[in-house]
Nanobody, 125 residues
């Protein structure tokens, strides 16, 4: 079992940055691929980024490449999402997720077994 707890959300002005962190409990964290998803009000949950269990491979939704960076520290059992040049449309609840994910399935929320409770990110214009 893995429990995930997100932190780092908040209110930021457009153009600003935030760094989200996801702390995982459980000794098997290092074997899971990890992902970040987000859900804006009235919209479906969407894929943001993912990182393989080795940390060597990262995946991003195309529209966020260059602004968001995912990383993990298996020694600390954390995965982070650095978000730069934030826009009002980035406003959403951001969720951390983990699981055994095939290389073609990182964007599929249904493939993840564990989810955090989410952290709110609000970007003001």
């Amino acid at each position: 079992q893995v429990q995930l707890v997100e932190s780092g959300g908040g209110l930021v002005q457009a153009g600003g940055s935030l760094r989200l962190s996801c702390a995982a409990s459980g000794r098997t964290f290092s074997t899971y691929s990890m992902g970040w998803f987000r859900q804006a009000p009235g919209k479906e949950r969407e894929f943001v980024a993912a990182i393989s269990w080795t940390g060597r491979t990262t995946y991003y939704t195309d529209s966020l490449k260059g602004r968001f960076t995912i990383s993990r520290d298996s020694a600390k059992n954390t995965v982070e999402l650095q978000m730069n040049s934030l826009k009002p449309e980035d406003t959403a609840v951001y969720y951390c997720a983990g699981g055994f994910i095939g290389t073609t399935s990182y964007a599929d929320a249904n493939k993840y077994d564990y989810w955090g409770q989410g952290t709110q990110v609000t970007v003001s214009s």
